[in-house]
């Protein structure tokens, strides 16, 4: 993550977050249908309005969607429907409140990936369009999401602008499939991994009820101004969140094999078999301050400063002996995470700029069959070094190119069976792009990445050494 985005968005992966953003009401009137049919038959259609109202304080922007998919994986198929809707209101030139909602409800077959023949070597005669979650009891995955924001913002000196946002999000998820995992049927067996004659089990996977309900507010103050010749954009600001989880306990039965190359049909599962009682296992609370300066040290050479201190708090469930007693593991964890980038521009269309950074992001979930299942591990700091450069063609062709490097502590589950993390993983790549039009109608895109990946300081011969898995 880079800049102002990678110091307001808290914690996220270092590969950054993608930022969903509502369509914004229009000043014109916009009144738009499409209705579209893919190669392999997912047909979609959607409806766009926006516009003023007779005030023209007032914008609206509607949309609504819904698509019957077909993926490349055949018989995964699915529906979604969405709907969303943002309003406008410009009280004053100088204030404007913003109000965002969307609804969203899907329902798709999952597609479970493939696992190694003994745990070593790719299966092959296999397409890839095959899917394994395929017996007569398979049942869709339910997904219904909804999002509520609320922004304002106001322009308090020419140079000056302040903001107060907030959103809530409500999550929730029925989770059902034919889990292919693991191999039984050969001596003492493989997990991971399917049999040499490419047997595979298949577990009954349910999770019923799954909520996810986060919410958060950020204020900023955002302005320029000059110190002698270095002319600044200072960005300030403050944010604070919560993010509740709460699950039951899955249902995750043996209910027999199939085969890579003969599939087979798996017994119905018992109707008794459903999900434990759902109740909040994990809440996280992050409160922030962070501050980030671009100064304008010439006309070809910026500096972008910044700094992001964030706090932690973390309740989370501990399985006991005594299923009737909620145990509940608390944690205070705080980071101070630095970024700095200088970027120099010979001409108007071209960049070539350098970054370090540090980046936070929260820990892995222990996969099931662990000894700490469903723990999440403590957050962890990353570390990226990037350089690089971006042109703007006068064809309206658009280059980048990057070689990037980001290190940080490697998870994986111990010769202990208990999910942990130990050592360090590294990322190292050169990504290279290209983005034009063709026509008016026709755009294009081409990327290509080189990445080479490495395990480290474990002290075990089996993991040290080898590619991030």
């Keep these: ?45 959607t409806v766009d309005l926006g516009g003023r109202f007779e005030d023209r304080r007032f914008g609206y922007r509607i949309n609504a969607a819904a698509a019957d998919l077909h993926p490349y994986v055949r018989g995964a198929n699915g ?53 394994l979650n395929d017996q007569p009891w398979t049942r869709p995955v339910t997904t219904k999401d909804s999002n509520l924001g609320l922004r304002f913002e106001y322009r308090f ?37 399917y049999c040499s004659n490419g047997d595979y089990d298949v577990y009954d996977y349910q999770s019923t009820g799954e909520r996810k309900t986060p919410w958060g507010v950020q204020a900023q103050v955002q302005g320029k101004f000059t110190t002698g010749e270095l002319r600044h954009t200072l960005t300030v600001g403050t944010s604070y969140s919560e993010r509740h989880d709460s699950f039951g306990d899955y249902v995750y039965d043996l209910v027999g094999y199939s085969n890579l190359w003969t599939p087979l049909v798996t017994p119905h599962v018992a109707a008794d078999r459903v999900t434990g009682p759902v109740f909040e296992r994990r809440s996280d609370e992050e409160s922030a ?7 304008k040290l010439t006309n070809q050479l910026t500096l972008h400063a910044g700094l992001r201190h964030v706090q932690v708090k973390r309740s989370e469930y501990v399985p006991g002996i005594d ?28 960049n070539v700029y350098g970054t370090i950074s540090q980046g936070l992001q929260h820990g892995g979930v222990a996969p099931m069959q662990t000894k700490n299942e469903n723990q999440v591990l403590a957050p962890q700091r990353s570390h990226q ?17 990057a070689l990037f490097q980001i290190r940080q502590g490697l998870e994986y589950t111990d010769a202990n069976n208990t999910y942990v993390r130990n050592g360090k993983e590294t990322h190292r790549g050169l990504e290279l792009t290209a983005q034009g039009r063709a026509t008016p109608a026709l755009d294009w895109s081409l990327s290509l990445m080189a990445l080479n990946t490495r395990q480290e300081g474990t002290v075990q011969a089996s993991i040290d050494g080898k590619r991030v898995t």
């Design 289 to 295: 301050l962070f501050a980030q300066d671009v100064v």
């Design 323 to 350: 299923p009737d007693v909620r145990n509940y593991a608390h944690s205070d964890d705080s980071f101070l995470l630095p970024s700095v980038a200088l970027v120099f521009s010979p001409s108007h269309d071209w």
């Design 79 to 131: 529906d979604r429907q969405f709907v969303s809707a943002a309003f406008d209101w410009q009280i004053t030139p100088d204030a404007l409140l913003q109000l965002d909602m969307d609804y969203q409800r899907k329902s798709q077959i999952t597609a479970p990936g493939f696992q190694l023949i003994r745990n070593e070597v790719l299966p092959t005669g296999v397409s890839a369009r095959m899917l």
């Design 157 to 193: 000196a020419p140079d000056w602008t302040a903001t107060i946002a907030g959103n809530k999000h409500w999550f929730k998820r029925d989770d059902f499939t034919a889990f292919p995992y693991g191999c039984s049927n050969e001596g003492a067996g493989f997990y991971p991994g």
């Design 385 to 401: 070094v990037e350089i690089g450069a971006k042109a703007a063609l006068d064809n309206g062709i658009n280059l980048s190119a």
């Design 1 to 45: 993550q880079k800049g102002l985005a990678g110091l307001t968005s808290g914690i996220a992966t270092p590969g950054g977050i993608v930022n969903y953003v509502t369509k914004r009401p229009t000043n014109a009137s916009l009144r738009s249908a499409t209705v579209e049919v893919s190669e392999r038959g997912t047909l979609y259609g």
